[in-house]
């Protein structure tokens, strides 16, 4: 059982997820080959969406230390590392990621 509480609404718990980019004018100069992959990356995040398991994501466009975010929605913490491993992103090496339990309020 996880050390983390769940949400009196949905019964599960949610997750931030950190991705990193290899360098950070990374959005501005990536190769053919980097962009492609980071088409399969929003394809996979946004299958995830669509299945209810990533509430948002997206970049966040921070000049000095540019990376981007998911707020994810499982039914179990081991769900997490998963998830991110099949992330093509993460696949190719383009992307570190971090997660940390996150104490989520949904709306009714």
């Known amino acids: 059982m996880s050390n983390y509480t769940t949400s009196n609404q949905t019964g599960?718990?949610?997750f931030i997820l950190k991705s990193?980019?290899?360098r950070v004018t990374f959005h501005q100069d990536m190769t053919h080959e980097e962009?492609?992959?980071m088409l399969q990356h929003i394809s996979y995040?946004?299958?995830k969406q669509n299945q209810g398991i990533a509430l948002v994501f997206?970049?966040?466009l921070n000049?000095?230390?540019p990376q981007g975010i998911a707020i994810i929605e499982?039914?179990?913490e081991d769900q997490v590392p998963k998830l991110i491993l099949e992330d093509p992103a993460v696949i190719a090496g383009i992307m570190t990621v971090e997660f940390y339990p996150m104490l989520a309020t949904l709306p009714k």
């Open 45 to 47: 995040w946004t299958d």
């Open 20 to 22: 990193t980019p290899p």
């Open 58 to 60: 997206g970049p966040v």
């Open 35 to 37: 962009r492609n992959i």
């Open 74 to 76: 499982v039914e179990d």
């Open 63 to 65: 000049p000095k230390d």
């Open 12 to 14: 599960k718990i949610h």
